[in-house]
């Protein structure tokens, strides 16, 4: 079945370095999300890609839609401690279907 | 987007036993989906539940074990039972978000002891 497989598994930054994260799969997907989830919580929607090489902003976040539709990139400027979480991807495989397959998973920790 | 409650936020359960989930939408939704978390891992479908009609089980997660129920657009119900300690995560109820990608509750971490 499908999987997606996120890198790194967990990291450790300073408090305004600059964060990349990626997510890739064997398998073409079409849409590309992205969330975090922090302690005790449910995962919130961060970023939405909609086609290939899409490059979408959310405020420090910024997220880009494989051009061979099978990997995304999330990448967070100037990281502060609230950053810390973890970061899903998720992908949709088939058009019409509201089914997502979540990533493996990036465990952010910021040091202050 | 749709604000989802969801209770009890934790909740510790002797095994053998039985754990219902609520999950209240601030909006009627057509479709509301359980997900389950297992500790250090990533979010697992269990099921879909549609209003009006049984709910749609992804493979490796059967009806006896996990009844759900979708009385109305704005609620519905995991069950979670004969627990044993496998059974023990993190359960998260969600909805569509727009046309794409889903809004989850904050959660139902189960300990199984």
């Known amino acids: 079945g499908q999987q997606l497989n996120q890198s790194p598994q967990s990291m450790f930054i300073q408090e305004g370095e600059d964060v990349s994260m990626n997510c890739t799969s064997s398998?073409?997907?079409?849409?590309w999300l992205w969330y975090k989830q922090d302690p005790g919580e449910g995962p919130v929607l961060l970023i939405a890609?909609?086609?290939?090489?899409e490059l979408t902003s959310n405020g420090r976040l910024t997220a880009q839609f494989g051009i061979t539709r099978k990997d995304s990139f999330l990448n967070i400027s100037a990281s502060i401690p609230s950053d810390v979480g973890i970061y899903f991807c998720?992908?949709?495989?088939?058009?019409?279907?509201?089914?997502?397959?979540f990533g493996t998973g990036t465990r952010l920790k910021v040091l202050a | 987007s749709a604000v989802i409650s969801q209770k009890p936020s934790r909740d510790i359960c002797q095994r053998g036993t039985s754990l219902t989930i609520q999950c209240q939408v601030d909006?009627?939704?057509?479709?509301m989906f359980w997900y389950r978390q297992q500790p250090g891992q990533s979010l697992t479908l269990i099921a879909t539940?549609?209003?009006?009609?049984?709910?749609?089980?992804e493979s490796g997660f059967v009806i006896d074990k996990f009844p759900i129920s979708r009385p109305n657009l704005t609620f519905s119900t995991l069950t979670v039972s004969n627990m044993s300690p496998e059974d023990s995560s993190i359960y998260l109820c969600?909805?569509?978000?727009?046309?794409?990608?889903?809004?989850f509750g904050s959660g139902t971490r189960l300990t199984v002891v």
């Open positions: 998720a992908g949709q495989g088939s058009i019409g279907t509201y089914k997502y397959i």
């Open positions: 398998s073409i997907f079409n849409t």
């Open positions: 890609l909609y086609k290939a090489g």
């Open positions: 909006s009627q939704v057509t479709m």
């Open positions: 539940a549609n209003q009006g009609s049984e709910a749609t089980y």
């Open positions: 969600s909805t569509r978000q727009g046309g794409y990608g889903y809004t």
